[in-house]
């Protein structure tokens, strides 16, 4: 370990460490933008320049690692001076349009300039112009604004391995090129767009739908797959607009990948159930929730249930169900979509999986087994609950020998219409909060971030009024609960806790441990 003091503060950290790091460490933020802590160092930008003491000239923060006993400055006026004098030349070419600009907010080249920059320009001669450029997949390049960081190059090369990008001519007319023939279609070259600390590279998908400043943003899971990559979810008036990744080693390091970026319309679906549906002489008519709850627990009387689930159903309703399948003495099943596996060879463990569900683990764990049709499950007068699958591709007969039929979800697939006795209506994984379990069998919790259309309530919410009418015991009030009431349960979730997941997760614990200690990575 090596200490050294950044701005007055002491800080010990591991040799080896660079300064901007160790001042992250220490809470100091050292301006940079060619520097990102998923890509190999480049040092070109030299944003980072700090001063440190008995060095004869100010040091890349980046490019410089720790020494003991170092005293650094990161904002002495040498260091300011030189990185005034960075910024100006950054802002020789890059053109003022901040306000139409869809990185404004979040651009790290407004907010240092604002922080650190020169309040006016000595620079009188014309801008340099380019036109922008489709770099193809989900990805615009503006020329204008690039600043020639390298991260996406280096993004291309050293985390996708396909080298697609590059520096084309030098001085003044350097560009990002892109190699003949190739363009940003693999899965994994959207994260481009987040790693650009300007607005160079785009997303033609989020292109003018909104400012930074009107998104509201929760921390959620990814559903595309069972990897379960942390994001964020960003809302404008209630509208789902965009994922992007939220870090986590464990998981998704930076990224994410395309499919899941582009699985956010999912959550704006327009043909939502909203209201509580009861069939009464053969016509779906809206209830209140008391009665459709009083009517899907009946049609289970004296009767074996099977529940159809989603794999993306969170582990708190999952096990509602399966409490529920126990007074009934029935059975739980899951259809899984299963497509191409596509690995991000640059990054530890991490692939769009060919499981396209986010809790398939969760729903073995509690008992929920794989079926690629109905029928083998459904015996003559069993009755069934299809809780969140869509049916998909399934025909109307595979269900025919069930007595009766509740739908539990936020639409009404067509396959069951006509025939099923009543509809409650839940929200969707962005509009409640829980917990799923990925393919490693990490517990990761997700927040709320949009508000449920009409009375539809979270699905373990209505799930626990509904084991209570079965004759279970569904007394929760908050989904801690559930999940405390899990873990008190299933060996496999033994001394997990709710909160302690925070917004990281936890993996499962492994045979044999039995705290919470014990199994936190
Ligand atoms: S396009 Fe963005 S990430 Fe790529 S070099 Fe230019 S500024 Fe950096
Ligand atoms: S790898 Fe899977 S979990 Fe991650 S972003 Fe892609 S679809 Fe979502
Ligand atoms: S961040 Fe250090 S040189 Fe660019």
């Known amino acids: ?69 170092q005293v650094v400055h990161v904002h002495s006026p040498k260091a300011l001076e030189a990185r005034k004098g960075v910024l100006e ?32 320009s000595r620079y009188r001669e014309p801008k340099r112009f380019n036109p922008v450029e489709d770099f193809g997949g989900d990805v615009l390049y503006v020329q204008n604004r690039c600043i020639l960081c390298t991260r996406c190059v280096r993004f291309m090369d050293d985390v996708v391995h396909e080298p697609v990008l590059n520096v084309s001519e030098r001085g003044d007319r350097a560009f990002i090129g892109k190699a003949e023939g190739h ?61 992007k990744p939220r870090p986590n080693d464990e998981v998704n390091q930076y990224y994410m990948c395309e499919v899941g970026r582009q699985g956010y319309r999912d959550f704006n679906r327009r043909d939502r159930a909203d209201q509580p549906l009861v069939r009464v002489n053969g016509q779906l008519q809206v209830s209140d929730w008391e009665d459709a709850i009083t009517v899907a627990a009946q049609v289970t009387e004296g009767r074996r249930l099977v529940v159809i689930a989603s794999p993306n159903l969170s582990n708190e309703s999952l096990f509602l169900l399966e409490r529920m399948i126990a007074e009934r003495n029935g059975t739980g099943v899951f259809r899984l979509s299963r497509g ?34 109905f029928t083998d499950a459904i015996r003559s007068g069993d009755a069934v609950f299809v809780v969140g699958d869509q049916l998909d591709g399934i025909n109307a007969s595979e269900l025919s020998a069930a007595s009766s039929v509740v739908y539990i979800g936020t639409a009404l697939p067509a396959a069951i ?88 997760g936890l993996p499962l614990a492994p045979a044999g441990a039995t705290s919470t200690a014990e199994v936190a990575v």
């Open 1 to 69: 370990m090596v200490s050294l003091t950044i701005e007055g503060r002491p800080v010990t950290v591991p040799d080896g460490t660079s300064i901007l790091e160790a001042a992250k460490s220490a809470g100091v933020l050292v301006p940079h933008y060619c520097y990102h802590p998923g890509l190999p160092v480049a040092g070109v930008c030299r944003m980072c320049l700090v001063e440190v003491e008995k060095f004869p000239k100010l040091a890349p923060a980046c490019a410089t690692s720790v020494g003991e006993g």
């Open 89 to 120: 030349f950054l802002l020789i070419n890059h053109p003022l349009d901040c306000p139409i600009c869809d990185q404004a907010g979040e651009c790290e080249l407004q907010d240092y300039t604002f922080a650190e920059g020169r309040a006016d």
């Open 183 to 243: 363009d940003l279609t693999n899965p994994w070259a959207g994260n481009v767009v987040d790693l650009c600390p300007v607005g160079a590279l785009l997303s033609k998908d989020f292109l003018n739908k909104a400012r930074a400043w009107e998104l509201d943003r929760a921390a959620t899971v990814c559903t595309g797959c069972s990897q379960g990559c942390n994001a964020v979810a960003e809302t404008r008036d209630n509208v789902v607009v965009r994922l």
């Open 340 to 373: 191409n596996e596509s690995v991000l060879p640059g990054a530890k463990d991490l692939a769009l999986r060919a499981e396209r569900a986010a809790n398939a683990t969760g729903a073995r764990s509690l008992g929920f087994s794989e079926v690629t049709q």
């Open 417 to 504: 219409a006509a025939s099923v006795s009543a509809v409650l209506p839940v929200t969707n994984t962005l509009e409640e909060e829980g917990t799923l379990t990925n393919l490693r069998g990490r517990v990761q919790r997700y927040l709320q971030a949009r508000t449920a259309p009409g009375v539809a309530r979270p699905t373990w919410y209505v799930l626990a009024d509904l084991l209570t009418a079965i004759g279970g015991n569904g007394r929760f009030y908050l989904p801690a609960e559930v999940f405390a009431a899990l873990a008190a349960t299933h060996s496999t979730f033994a001394g997990l806790d709710y909160d302690a997941l925070g917004l990281r």
